[in-house]
């Protein structure tokens, strides 16, 4: 079911769409309950961004120990004019996820005479603020909004779209937060609402020293500490949990086994609690587990494109090879 701008309030003036897919909401407490009564324990790290968790996610891309950001950030200064050339005038740019404003803006800006935007994201309220704020800052540019769950699939067919060639832009290390299946369901996703000659601009974090892989996701200032242990406040205070934060300490491991980093609470003595009238056991040394954050090889990364359909023909790094950008295509034998 769609909604679209026709008959919209004024709210909606500044975009040329505004496509309401209706979304269903994650369950905050079935999730959890859910994974509390696992072993191991485990929550869905999709819980971390409310409003104090994002707060905390951008101060940690401001921390010497995390080069993903501005890594990334510097790869779209150097390569800007090799996209402008790849994409042509006119390009269609899709975000899902809608994320940081610096880096669609820098991609926009590389393009040359890009036609429209189009910022997609389950959270129609902080999707529908971004986009405006684009739409105010290019005049010249159609922008329109898409309120969906990108991980389902994009349905693209029903929009007022430019006719330019579209480039879903899809940056930073998120491919990486889903586990293989997963990753290979949203590529393949991604893959079935292209077009002939339309193109993904992904971001992938790559495998590397192990050490500088923990010290990016357990920095000496503690604030993923605070992100990850936030995760259990909000528990506490909408869930009416009894957990007692301060007796758990946040731990990052490398498992090379599936080459990720690994985020876990780990409990530093037994507690007891309760999670909306349901008690759980936490032992001593027990975990928690919050996160994982796959990271890839060139030739992990090209395997997981070509299996969905997808060449990669062109690949960016920075100098020390901490992260990479890749340009994908529709596969002609696909």
């Known amino acids: 079911m769609h909604d679209r701008i026709t008959g919209r309030p004024s709210a909606h003036a500044t975009l040329a769409f505004y496509d309401d897919q209706h979304p269903p909401a994650g369950d905050f407490l079935a999730d959890v309950l859910d994974g509390f009564s696992r072993t191991p324990k485990q929550l869905t790290p999709i819980y971390f961004y409310d409003a104090k968790g ?66 997609l994201d389950i959270s129609g309220e902080h999707l529908e603020a971004a986009c405006q704020e684009i739409a105010a800052d290019y005049p010249a540019l159609q922008v329109g909004a898409i309120c969906a769950d990108f991980t389902q699939g994009l349905d693209l067919s029903h929009l007022p779209l430019e006719s330019g060639r579209r480039i879903i832009f899809f940056p930073g290390s998120t491919i990486g937060n889903f586990e293989p299946n997963g990753a290979h369901a949203l590529l393949a996703g991604f893959r079935r609402a292209m077009r002939p000659g339309d193109a993904v601009l992904i971001g992938a974090d790559r495998v590397k020293d192990p050490a500088t892989l923990v010290a990016a996701y357990a920095d000496a200032q503690g604030v993923t500490a605070r992100f990850n242990l936030n995760l259990v406040e909000r528990i506490n205070r909408e869930l009416g949990g009894t957990i007692d934060a301060g007796a758990l300490s ?5 498992n090379p086994d599936f080459n990720r980093i690994e985020m876990h609470l780990r409990a530093d003595a037994d507690q007891q609690f309760d999670v909306a009238g349901r008690t759980f ?8 587990h919050t996160e994982n954050s796959h990271k890839f090889t060139p030739d992990s990364f090209t395997s997981l494109a070509k299996s969905v359909g997808f060449d990669v023909l062109h690949t960016w790094s920075d100098e020390a090879e901490l992260f990479s950008l890749h340009w994908l295509e529709p596969s002609a034998k696909a």
Do not use: C, M
């Open 54 to 119: 994002s707060a905390i996610f951008d101060e940690i891309t401001a921390l010497p120990e995390y080069y993903v950001t501005r890594t990334e950030l510097a790869i779209l200064d150097t390569i800007g004019p090799e996209l402008a050339a790849l994409a042509g005038p006119g390009a269609v740019v899709i975000e899902p996820g809608s994320g940081s404003s610096v880096k669609i803006r820098k991609l926009l800006n590389a393009l040359s005479e890009p036609a429209a935007y189009v910022g």
């Open 250 to 254: 946040h731990e990052a491991v490398w």
């Open 281 to 288: 056991q936490l032992r001593e040394g027990e975990s928690i």
